[in-house]
């Protein structure tokens, strides 16, 4: 009886769960570095000194600006992509619940690592810079457009460079 007992409840934290949510979690850490170090990294109101490493939850979006003295502010969004670590709760019998835990948790995402944050300097009262984060990198606006457009362009559907 002691036995079965035991079994149930192993199955019960398993069911309540999702693979990705056992395995890594809600959060995240994600390193922030800079060039020039020492840069203040502000993410929705909270500051950091960079180099920073930060714990984000999975499925938040968040507004992350980067600013020192003599240095053109920068800005940028960040929100966690969908990541095929999920898909495993597939193999398991009724994984399709840990599917769905996964999702309403978050655990089903991840944050593309973001590279060295480099500040131009500043020309007197430039306007911040607005950058977007496209897989980790840093680029404008019209970059990331091109980008984004080539990755679903449907004659490069399955092309891997």
């Known amino acids: 009886m002691r036995h079965l007992a035991v079994a149930a409840m192993v199955a019960a934290v398993l069911a309540c769960g999702g693979c ?8 995240q850490a994600v390193t922030f570095r800079t060039e020039p170090a020492g840069a203040q990294v502000e993410i929705d109101g909270r500051t950091y000194t960079a180099p920073a490493k930060v714990q984000l939850q999975r499925k ?8 020192k003295a003599g240095y053109r502010t920068v800005s940028f969004p960040m929100k966690a992509q ?24 978050g655990a089903d995402r991840a944050f593309y690592q973001v590279a060295t944050i480099r500040l131009p300097e500043a020309a007197a009262d430039e306007p911040p810079l607005e950058l977007e984060n496209y897989r980790g990198r840093l680029v404008s606006r019209e970059e990331y457009q091109r980008l984004y457009r ?12």
């Open 20 to 27: 990705a949510t056992l395995v890594r979690g809600e959060r």
């Open 60 to 67: 938040g979006e968040y507004r992350v600006t980067v600013s």
């Open 82 to 105: 969908w990541d095929a670590l999920s898909l495993g709760n597939m193999l398991i019998p009724g994984g399709s619940i840990g599917f769905v835990a996964d999702t309403v948790k």
């Open 150 to 161: 080539a990755d679903r362009d449907p004659e490069r559907a399955f092309y891997f460079p």
